[in-house]
């Protein structure tokens, strides 16, 4: 046993947990690199897949986390939504949508002293469920809200 | 060279909220152009911020997020008069980094 190394982890968990676990192991601190893109993530066909590919295989339902976005959105080029989770130690928000054909749209990591709230724009190729995954404090929890489409976005 | 990104970032009540404005195509990979070909997938990947060299924020996107993507955040302890920097890089290895200063 190599006691400085214990003291030295000690002194940095609060910042090792999180760089560890904080981000679905997805996310790291540091510059946008697209060499730690999770392209298996991205490239699944089904949320359950994608869910897996996250290691979020089962997450729970909460209602702690709000998705903010039109009930109809007109324009499926551009659907605003926004995720809060007011779940404690929320390291990561993860936007999927359901009929898309690679479910996986977005994922935030949250260091701390962010606030759990992002808003973005998504593309959506029809009326679909769409799905907020939220990972605190290593666990999964999960909440969805359907988003009507009148025109798609992924045609041409 | 893709065009610079639009940020706003305004200090209130402790905490700084941050709106970006990306200049992207943001391709699928999924359309077809007018002779039937598919265009091939060009998108954003990674995104993160920075201020005073501690990451506020980090994401990774799919091609679902829209063309000139928008993301929006807060986070606490940003300074007024401070810099705050956002860079992207794209599936085609394009990078760009802009900064805004914080108001």
């Known amino acids: 046993m190599n ?3 214990r003291k030295t982890l000690k002194a940095g968990s609060s910042v090792g947990l999180f760089v560890l676990l904080g981000v679905a192991g997805l996310l790291r601190p540091g510059a946008a690199r697209a060499a ?13 897949e994608a869910l897996r590919a996250l290691g979020a295989q ?8 709000l998705i903010k976005a039109p009930e109809i959105a007109e324009n499926g080029a551009v659907v605003p939504i926004a995720i809060e989770s007011r779940l404690p130690g929320t390291q990561s928000i993860t936007l999927l949508i359901e009929k898309n054909p690679q479910p996986l749209a977005a994922s935030f990591g949250i260091p701390a002293g962010t606030e759990a709230s992002v808003s973005t724009r998504v593309k ?4 679909s469920d769409v799905y907020a995954l939220v990972q605190a404090d290593g666990k999964y929890f999960v909440a969805k809200k359907e988003i009507k489409i009148t025109l798609g976005g992924c045609g041409g | 060279m893709a065009d610079p990104m639009r940020i706003r970032a305004v200090a209130r009540d402790g905490s700084v909220n941050v709106k970006v404005l990306m200049s992207h195509e943001m ?9 039937g070909k598919l265009v091939p997938a060009h998108f954003i990947q990674s995104v993160s911020a920075t201020y005073q060299g501690k990451t506020v924020l980090q994401a990774q996107w799919g091609p679902a997020v829209s ?4 993301l929006e955040f807060n986070f ?5 008069g401070d810099k705050i920097a ?3 890089e794209d599936n085609k290895g394009e990078k760009r980094t802009d900064e805004s200063t914080i108001n």
């Open chain 1, 3 to 5: 006691v400085s190394r």
């Open chain 1, 58 to 65: 089962s997450p729970a339902n909460s209602d702690a986390i």
């Open chain 1, 36 to 48: 730690d893109w999770n392209k298996q993530a991205f490239e699944q066909k089904t949320v359950a």
């Open chain 1, 124 to 127: 959506m190729g029809q009326s």
């Open chain 2, 76 to 80: 606490r302890g940003g300074q007024k």
């Open chain 2, 27 to 35: 391709e699928t990979g999924q359309r077809k152009d007018a002779s």
């Open chain 2, 67 to 70: 063309k000139n993507p928008f």
């Open chain 2, 86 to 88: 956002v860079t992207w």
